[in-house]
């Protein structure tokens, strides 16, 4: 096995050009084995296996640099740089990022896996090398599907100003994740059937020079072009064609439920992935989303569904697509523009519905404020999968949402504890036109709570209540005096005031909702953390505390009302969130607890980049376990 | 006066196209006359005067949707909708906002001051008008200067798929706010040089229609074109070139300091220009940082000051910047590639330096977060003009800054209080290879304090000694079982461990400053609030408190070992940050501090969307003022 006998580049060199074609096949051996094992890239793993072993055959990593865009392309690259036993030895399956990470090699340059960021990496490295007046070759790698990426053209543009040699690969295969969209395709299709001959041509008309390739899986014509390359004094723009896919059938057939898959079965391609083959499932909020958002838009032609090149994370299969028509727009990969865009829809009566994923929320946190916010438009923006349990690669951790949100004026986001609440918000979102909304899907899952709904303390069917009925809860009357809706156990229906029930479940005005009634412990148990709140207040009770356990709901906005009237009759509060404490949701109860009294005791995870972590343990080391916790709430109770 | 009896744009409809020069020279006038007394954007308004008449008459506002990008271009298009007076009367100058206000009117669509948001919003507006089956024209206008931005490109590439009609003007006038950089702008130029028949075309390599007019300041001719593109039922993109500064000699000759200018003389054009002008001025930041930026780079040719279009705000005037030659980058108005670009430098050895206004790093959050932070490169950032102090416009609010950076793991963020301790945290910013370091320049005037230097208690020229040696500071020893090289009073430098003595400061780790020691209050008053910090505590101190004054000088990161060591003799902590609460700094101590049974009290301003504000009024409806902040510490006092 050639493979084998590679451990850096200089062995890669020294293969016999004929010896290539079993290399690369053992290449896409290795990729399929331990991706079949252990889950991974697959499309664009296999597309580039070619193009890889040309580049360390060209250049000299990592004196010469490489930089792979989004790098969840560089399996053969981790292969041929000292790293094959990870895709060879089914004990070393799994034992690398699925990305570049400088800590694992020096031929790694960058943690990434975010897109359209090589092509400004790369010219920051050849001016960083102009400036030290030393001579090496910097290469950007860059697929067709990151070029949408507003990123991406500024580097491109800058590219052409800073005039030195850089060597920007575009493979193209034609598959962003699903398939492309944008005007620019056109012109990669035009210059492909053209042979690069188009006259009018996106590189050239970004200043830059420009070669073309249609043999990208021919690794010998690869070569040779790069070879020409190599020590290049200016910009050049290398347009190379690849099959997502190459060499294995039923990748090479379904680009889309392709492009990232769980464990499958190399011979008959049967697979498990996840999220997108359980888009139509209805345990899953994708599956939930899709059904619901489906269902509204038959119901109003102004209903559009947004996404930015991800439509399974919201339950959006290649058949919801075609269903929903024009009231469905993948824009690609461009998070900025479906931000702005669905401020756009927004302004002039439509009603947006953009779903994406917590983590690319940040490509967007101007548009957020400057567009949505500033002009407080009611778009819907449904935020998947921001939980500590959510991915766990350092490039894509998505617990920082709720610090990114929660100096946004104008915004309001909600957390839903379960199925109904998430649809009670959908129907309120959708029906308000007064602000942005954005909606955190719980990340850990789905949960059902429909005895909470029966009984109306979560989604209690009725907007709060401002006339002082004599009403009793159970055996106690809770915040009467402000009109809550707040019950205890099963009786609340019958203390709802006549002339507010029947009425939708309301979130025009930040309000908490008590689920059980305590005193002394107020736990505050947000989103998706509402769950780890019940355990705590179980775990408590078990030591004869009785604690109050809150719904808060709103996660960037208080209720000071329920927070004044707990203030007197606690004095010790809980915060609990599924993300960063650092600029999070308890910091502001903190602050505004501060000058009070009261003990304010907040969990979450402490900012930081953990890689690959169990969500669990990294609770566990941030004092984010239910032991913890009480431990903390006792010890702050003695302390009075 | 035709001005005079326009109330709408019927009104401009109605006019006989023969008296159309006459309109355009009152409304140049009219711009003129009410800028140089109040100050506004000059070269960008005088340009579009023909294109403003010309839209108007040829569209029906508001029923069309007209899009103005940045929309500082305005002046014309508010005259023609019924505004005019606040242009004529002397007494309403300065009435309206400087960017379109739909509070203003209706003809104002959006809230915006952002560049390259325009054809993103037309696309939305396009998008809502076909699924609702409605007919009216979506026209955005966008200068050349704007299309450097990604969002710009990714609604252009979106558009083009769209397929819908939308007419986008690109106002060509050869300038961003200084000279344009970028590939792209050579293809402007070639398109004006063929007359728009150059084969290679950006727009039509992005899937648009194009058309070009070289008279842009003809109103006939562009009356016409736009004529003919009205009702258009796919998108097209019409370039247009006009003067920046049209009709007015200095502003035409002297593009970048006539962007923007305070009050001037029309006869001589002498004018006041802030803060352009005082790039030389060693009394602002801009001048102070471009004098020791300058010297840096002579010293050490790896320096690299890297700009967004906004250079002056760093000092760097066209003469700094020839001087600078290859180490002086200006990317255009890309904030985006900067902060990436200036990863890719960190990462190749060179030193970048990024100046970046406040309000424009939100542009970029995600580059901060994946390129630079998970990848901890020492890029050194300048955050210029983030303060309640800075632009008072709704659209350019420069304080929220901190609650952007406060998640953002390996950022180090400092707040200096004075010119001294800048310049001691550039010198360690440059220096250091551990991590991204954002320095927040205060944004409240420049402020020395040389006696604080010469005592040693805020640059004490030492690094934090972990030496125990017996030392006295005045009467008093602080925090010695820490090492720290606190002190009070002149005595410091005595006191310094003679180990230690002249090493150059350290920001290696979060480590608070003490300034006045004293008990019971605990005053932390971050960077540009460092004054207000000691006018609070000088009242305390007359009403018989003796408070302690920190200089925190970390603005992201907590010195645990300093509040834990406070909360032992501290009863009440006030946090004072020149910026928004919520997800700011205070939070973090509030979150800290919350366990334990000290008060909490944070000052700064909420979050919101304030336009045109007074600072010390919006200070004020926050109760960040010196007697309401004394009023509430002797409150909290008294409630022990």
Redesign the interface.
């Known amino acids: 096995m050639l493979l084998e006998r590679i451990s850096s580049p200089q062995d890669v060199k020294r293969l016999e050009p004929e010896t290539l074609p079993e290399l690369c096949a053992e290449i896409r051996r290795a990729i399929l084995t331990s991706s079949a094992s252990v889950g991974g890239h697959i499309g664009s793993n296999l597309g580039v296996v070619e193009l890889t072993v040309a580049l360390h055959r060209v250049f000299d990593s990592p004196t010469d640099?490489l930089i792979f865009d989004v790098s969840h392309q560089t399996y053969a690259h981790k292969m041929l740089t000292g790293r094959a036993s990870n895709y060879l030895d089914p004990a070393e399956f799994g034992g690398l990022s699925g990305f570049t990470s400088?800590d694992e090699s020096e031929h790694d340059?960058?943690?990434?896996?975010?897109t359209s960021?090589s092509v400004?990496?790369?010219?920051?490295?050849?001016?960083?090398?102009?400036?030290?007046g030393e001579r090496y070759n910097v290469v950007a790698v860059i697929g067709d599907g990151s070029l949408?990426?507003?990123?991406?053209?500024?580097?491109?543009?800058?590219?052409?100003?800073l005039g030195t040699g850089v060597i920007v690969i575009v493979n193209d295969n034609g598959w962003s994740i699903a398939e492309n969209?944008?005007?620019?395709y056109?012109?990669l299709a035009e210059l492909r059937e053209s042979e690069g001959k188009a006259?009018?041509?996106?590189f050239?008309?970004?200043?830059?020079d420009y070669r073309f390739l249609a043999e990208g899986n021919d690794e010998a014509a690869v070569e040779r072009v790069l070879a020409e390359l190599r020590g290049i004094d200016h910009p050049v723009v290398l347009h190379l064609c690849t099959t997502k896919g190459a060499g294995y059938e039923p990748a090479a057939a379904d680009s889309e439920n392709w492009h990232h898959v769980g464990p499958f079965d190399i011979e008959s391609g049967a697979y498990d992935v996840f999220p997108r083959n359980r888009c139509e499932d209805t345990e899953t909020y994708a599956g939930i989303t899709g059904a619901y958002l489906l269902n509204r838009m038959q119901a109003d032609?102004?209903v559009?569904a947004i996404s930015a090149a991800t439509p399974y994370i919201m339950g959006f299969t290649p058949l919801r697509r075609a269903r929903a028509g024009?009231?469905f727009?993948d824009?690609?990969i461009?998070e900025?523009?479906a931000v702005?865009?669905?401020?756009?829809?927004?302004?002039?009566?439509?009603k947006?519905v953009l779903g994406l994923y917590g983590v690319?929320m940040?490509?967007a946190?101007?548009?957020f404020?400057?567009?949505l916010?500033?002009?407080s438009l009611p778009a819907v923006i449904l935020d998947f999968g921001s939980s500590v349990f959510g991915t766990a690669d350092?490039?894509h951790l998505s617990f920082?949402d709720l610090?990114?949100q929660?100096?946004?004026?104008?915004l309001r986001c909600l957390a839903p504890v379960c199925r109904e609440e998430y649809e009670a918000m959908l129907d309120w979102a959708l029906a308000q036109n007064e602000r942005p909304v954005v909606i955190r899907v719980p990340g850990n899952g789905v949960v059902s709570r429909p005895e909470l709904l029966a009984n109306g303390v979560i989604d209690a069917g009725v907007a709060p209540c401002s006339a002082k009925v004599g009403r009793t809860v159970g055996e106690q009357v809770l915040h009467e005096e402000a009109g809550e809706t707040v019950a205890r156990g099963g009786e609340a229906r019958d203390a709802v005031c006549a002339d507010c029930a029947g009425l939708p479940v309301s979130f025009d005005e930040p309000r908490y909702r008590t689920v059980r009634a305590g005193s002394d412990v107020a736990v505050l148990a947000l989103g998706s953390f509402f769950g780890l709140g019940e355990r705590v207040c179980d775990a408590l009770t078990e030591q004869d505390v009785t604690p109050t356990l809150m719904n808060p709901r709103f996660a960037?906005e208080l209720d000071e009302r329920a927070l004044d009237s707990l203030a007197t009759s606690h004095r010790v509060f809980v915060t609990l969130e599924d993300g960063?404490?650092?600029?999070?949701w308890?910091?502001?109860i903190?602050?505004y607890?501060?000058?009070?009294?009261v003990?304010?005791?907040?969990y979450g995870v402490h900012?930081?980049?953990p890689d690959r972590f169990d969500a669990e343990e990294l609770l566990a080391q941030n004092g984010t376990t239910v032991e913890a916790i009480v431990a903390?709430i006792r010890s702050?109770l003695r302390?009075f």
């Open positions: 640099k400088p340059l960058f943690s990434m896996g975010h960021t400004s990496l790369a010219c920051g490295m050849a001016k960083a090398r102009d400036l030290a949408s990426g507003g990123l991406a053209f500024e580097g491109l543009d800058n590219l052409a100003e969209h944008g005007g620019l056109r012109n006259p009018c041509n996106l050239r008309a970004l200043g830059l032609r102004r559009v024009k009231q727009v824009v690609g461009a900025e523009h702005t865009y669905a401020a756009g829809l927004a302004r002039a009566g439509a947006p690319f940040q490509r946190y101007d548009e404020w400057h567009d916010c500033l002009n350092a490039t920082f610090a990114l929660g100096a946004l004026p104008n960037t960063v404490l650092e600029g999070g308890g910091e502001k903190a602050r607890l501060g000058p009070s009294a003990r304010v005791l907040c900012k930081g980049f903390d702050a302390d």
